[in-house]
């Protein structure tokens, strides 16, 4: 059906923040603010764009005409031609593209055919400028291929800006996707460069590396170029509406640096408008900026603004972002810092003075920030886990992903999928909650026999929720699951599940969960399911022994999902999508205090919400999820646009009229952020979470301790480690789990033990079946992290335990009468050569621990000198694809011969020497180009097949390491230095994954 407009009207901007937040400035206002003049870059000091492998040149600067000559020198390909065009669509140096369907009069670019056959390499450029209406409809900026769906390459501008490259239709698309949201009539520099030799999709804006993807695909791999084009896309998606001044195809990889040359060059003829945008973009900027935290992200506008200060009580950090400073203390005044913004635009800067007013502190217990669970759409990465971002401060239109964007939670429970999280509190115990459905879309169980996928996973899929339980938002539990179906009627899959606590539920003063989630339901007998309601359930704690189900709580006669509440002064708000009567998502209201039961009366109050971020198509949106600002009547619901995009923000602050768009320069969610719930903070929730954003160990080795033979390991060792937070936070001090299996404090010697470092990366956030399978049904699948900070330190043990005095001295016999109080525990680490006589106190651990009956009279432990335990350390712990770490061990005997192979999918290392005279041996490691990128781990084995260290190596895409300056996550060294044979991290196994 065609889009009907949104009942809420057109896009407003948001309301205003609080006293001190003013709205975005007017552009006449413009020239007022702007503190300095423009300075626009010097064309002379630009180098020209390179020219070797250039197959075609298009200047889209002329007047009039429908040929577009190529000007790339000895080509052999020739014009390039404007299909349904006129002279109108020639200004401001380019092309304009007048939009509309795909079989209207909008014009779009003919290319030349077979562009690209046979080519192992290419890079195109394109000086473009987008219209609004491509922010969130599908196009296509170019294609090279033809008018069919099933090979191609592409740019496309939607959402996201992105390019992507497949011979398997949509769902094979390998895809370099930036987290940038382009703007809207503002010149950029777009890149796309595919190289063969490395097997790398790389995206590029405005001359900087905004996305890589792995791919084997080439140019060459689309063998029917016979239509390629600008402004047209193989699909049925709208033609691309915006301008393009130039385009350019080579047929190799540019590097980086001839990337951002031709970035550059061709800024050159739009420096007037640039400098408009610069200063646009620092007239949007709040003046004052509430600052409520003494670490605060300052608004960019998209990536053009930087900061400065010289105020000697603040400072910024090397972003160019980041402001540091002390607050005041509760109940102290507000104070304010000067801060000069920076806006540059491809070389035109402007500047602005603008005012921080610093806030004072909140108190532990105020209300203060909030965290958002969610998941992310990626058919590639198997991301269906559990995310966890937190707010910017006290800014509910700001958020930062924890963990480094990756996941905190995943699931090896049934599907080992979990989609639709949602985060909540019981009041009375204060734990926390994530709930999830349980379903895995991608690479799971697809269905057979004409019911697959959305048919097959709503009708017979899986009718438990994933829940995992915290006490602190940190440190959460293993996944346990809980069954919503009652035993009749029978339920299809259980889905998209949120639960709100009511605190006198039973009439009697106690307080219960109620839980609702959409299912398909059977009629008594029916063969087939009928549509999806919301129903409802009760319980206090997630688990079964407390679950009750209720029944139906939303029934519209047709298909219905995603409900969400917020509850104010007296009403409760339901929020769900409509899938069958064409409302989308829709918002009624009730003042009963029993709003779960049958029967209660709803009123409506509003329609197709959020429908405008969709183009208009209210189906287009789903998973809503509300919450309230906790410093003013002001309410968010964000609605997931789907597939991909993720979360919209709309607003109000009066809920019975309903949501409207939000428009706000300040707003910031990374993208692809789908479908969860949002949770209020404490102040103290809000520290405690972001100490617990842990990025690296300050030092990966934390010293030795000293313990007398007999003595408790545990107690001697470091309690806590220092960190360094995410995003600029300083250091914190974090717990420390220690793992001294490896540790015979019987005897003396030296022991490397490590450590996990209790951060929020810490939890298990990912699985691995038996041989290192990832399939959904692996047998033996067992849960780890991927992302835990490990540390180390040597446990020294030396001298013996006095003889007790009161022990009793019975000798054993050679069959004693009583029980041994637990089964015998083998310890591979037991290295004793000395037999222990009748009169000894055995040390093998085999030998069962006797609670009664005959004794023997205590001695000292076997005198023999405990075994070498060879020592391995790596390099580096993060290495590019392509790139070479050094492995290191010692304490071999001389001459003895070790293997090593790098996981997930085994690579065998060839060519290692034998150990030196001192035991010493040193060999290479090269990463594969191809080799996926992720958690990895270097196996080393003994002449003897034993496992001498199992060494965690991160690889990560080719050119990551020099783009980004970083550094191997432990800083200066050696990432699980000293792995102790048989001890220390019980690192897994897991395949490898090509990322196409």
């Given amino acids: 059906m065609p889009p009907i407009p949104e009942s809420a009207g057109a896009p407003e901007r948001r309301p205003r923040r609080s006293a001190t937040k003013r709205g975005v400035l007017a552009a006449t206002l413009a020239a007022a603010v702007i503190g300095a003049a423009v300075i626009a870059p010097v064309g002379a000091a630009v180098a020209a764009a390179p020219t070797d492998g250039l197959l075609v040149d298009y200047r889209f600067d002329q007047t009039t005409g429908s040929s577009v000559s190529n000007l790339a020198t000895g080509s052999s390909f020739g014009a390039a031609s404007v299909e349904n065009a006129n002279d109108t669509q020639w200004a401001d140096g380019g092309l304009t593209f007048t939009g509309g369907a795909k079989g209207s009069a909008g014009n779009w670019v003919r290319l030349p055919q077979n562009l690209l056959v046979g080519e192992e390499a290419a890079t195109i450029t394109t000086e473009v400028k987008i219209d609004q209406s491509m922010k969130d409809s599908f196009n296509f900026l170019w294609n090279i291929g033809n008018d069919g769906n099933q090979s191609y390459f592409f740019t496309s501008v939607r959402d996201s800006a992105r390019s992507a490259i497949t011979t398997g239709s949509g769902g094979g698309e390998v895809n370099a996707r930036s987290t940038i949201n382009l703007d809207a009539d503002r010149w950029y520099s777009l890149t796309t460069v595919l190289d063969g030799t490395t097997d790398t999709l790389s995206f590029y804006i405005d001359g900087a590396l905004a996305a890589t993807a792995q791919t084997a695909l080439t140019p060459a791999s689309l063998t029917d170029q016979s239509l390629n084009t600008i402004g047209r896309s193989p699909w049925p998606d709208p033609l691309f509406k915006g301008a393009v001044s130039s385009f350019r195809v080579y047929d190799r990889a540019l590097s980086a640096t001839e990337v951002a040359t031709v970035s550059d060059t061709d800024a050159q003829q739009h420096a ?223 889905w998209a599940p949120e639960a709100t606590w009511v605190p006198d539920f039973d009439g009697n003063g106690n307080g219960s969960f109620v839980v609702y989630w959409s299912s398909k339901v059977y009629d008594q007998g029916a063969a087939q399911p009928g549509y999806s309601r919301i129903l409802w359930g009760s319980t206090s704690d997630f688990t079964q022994a407390s679950y009750a189900y209720g029944g139906v709580f939303v029934d519209d006669g047709g298909e219905t999902i995603d409900t969400t509440l917020i509850q104010h002064d007296g009403k409760t708000y339901r929020v769900t999508k409509d899938n069958a009567q064409g409302k989308g998502i829709y918002m009624d209201a009730t003042t009963s205090a029993t709003w779960w039961k049958s029967g209660t009366a709803w009123t409506r109050v509003q329609e197709r919400i959020g429908a405008s971020w969709a183009g208009g198509n209210a189906g287009g949106v789903e998973g809503p999820a509300g919450f309230k600002r906790n410093d003013a009547d002001q309410w968010y619901l964000y609605v997931d646009v789907i597939p991909t995009v993720g979360y919209k923000p709309m607003t109000t602050n009066d809920l019975d009229a309903g949501f409207s768009v939000l428009q706000s320069p300040d707003y910031y969610m990374p993208p692809h952020t789908k479908h969860g719930g949002i949770l209020d903070l404490t102040r103290a929730d809000y520290d405690r979470v972001r100490a617990a954003d842990a990025v690296a160990a300050v030092k990966a080795d934390l010293g030795s301790t000293e313990i007398r033979t007999g003595a408790d390991v545990q107690s001697s060792l470091p309690k806590t480690a220092e960190v360094t937070t ?106 004793a050569t000395a037999n222990p006589t009748a009169t000894s106190t055995p040390t093998a651990t085999a030998t069962p621990t006797v609670t009664a009956g005959p004794t023997a009279t205590a001695t000292t432990a076997p005198t023999a000198s405990p075994a070498v335990r060879p020592l391995a350390t790596l390099s580096a712990s993060t290495v590019e694809r392509g790139g070479t770490v050094r492995v290191t061990i010692s304490g071999l005997q001389a001459g003895e011969q070790v293997s090593a192979e790098l996981h997930s999918e085994p690579v065998r290392i060839t060519g290692i020497p034998a150990a030196d005279a001192a035991g010493r041996v040193d060999f290479d490691v090269r990463v594969p180009a191809d080799f996926a990128a992720g958690a990895h781990t270097v196996i080393v084995t003994g002449a003897d097949a034993t496992v001498i260290a199992r060494l965690p190596l991160t690889v990560v895409t080719k050119g990551t390491l020099a783009a980004t300056g970083a550094q191997p996550a432990l800083g200066a060294g050696l990432l699980g230095a000293f792995l102790l044979v048989g001890g220390g991290i019980a690192w897994s196994l897991r395949s490898r994954r090509r990322a196409n």
């Avoid at 958020?399 to 999280?421: E, Q």
């Avoid at 404090?745 to 399978?773: C, E, H, K, L, P």
């Fill in 272 to 494: 007037a408008a640039l400098a408009g945008y610069a200063e646009r973009s620092l007239a949007q900027l709040d003046d004052p900026i509430a600052v409520t935290d003494s670490v605060t992200t300052l608004p960019d506008a998209g990536g053009a603004v930087t900061w400065s200060t010289t105020d000697p009580s603040a400072s910024i950090g090397a972003d160019g972002r980041t402001l540091t400073l002390a607050q005041p203390a509760a109940g102290e005044p507000s104070r304010d810092v000067a801060l000069t913004a920076t806006a540059e635009v491809r070389g035109v800067k402007a500047t602005r003075r603008i005012t921080a007013r610093v806030q004072p502190a909140a108190a532990a217990t105020d209300p203060y920030g909030y965290l958002m669970v969610h998941f992310i759409e990626d058919a590639q990465g198997y991301a269906e886990k559990i995310y966890l971002d937190v707010s910017r401060g006290n800014d509910a239109e700001q958020w930062d992903p924890l963990n480094g964007g990756k996941p905190i939670l995943a699931s090896a429970l049934g599907t080992t999928g979990v989609r639709d999280p949602y985060i909540t509190r019981n009041p009375e115990t204060g734990t926390y909650y994530i709930i999830a459905t349980d379903l895995r879309v991608f690479g799971g169980d697809r269905g057979a026999n004409g019911c697959v996928e959305w048919c097959y996973w709503s009708s017979q899929g899986s009718t438990k929720l994933v829940v995992w339980q915290s006490d602190d938002l940190v440190t959460w539990s293993a996944p346990r699951q809980l069954d919503v179906a009652p035993p009749a009627p029978r339920l299809g899959m259980a």
């Fill in 726 to 831: 995410a995003y600029g936070r300083g250091v914190s001090s974090l717990p420390v789990e220690w793992d001294t299996s490896g540790v015979d404090a019987s005897q003396a010697g030296s022991y490397v033990v490590t450590g996990t470092v209790r951060s929020i990366g810490a939890n298990d956030n990912d699985w691995v079946g038996r041989d290192g399978s990832v399939a959904y049904n692996a047998p033996d699948r067992t849960p780890r992290s991927t992302t835990a900070i490990i540390v180390t330190a040597t446990v020294v043990v030396t001298g013996t335990t006095p003889s007790p005095t009161s022990s009793p001295t019975v000798s054993p016999t050679s069959s004693p009468t009583a029980s041994p109080t637990a089964s015998p525990t083998a310890t591979a680490s037991q290295t």
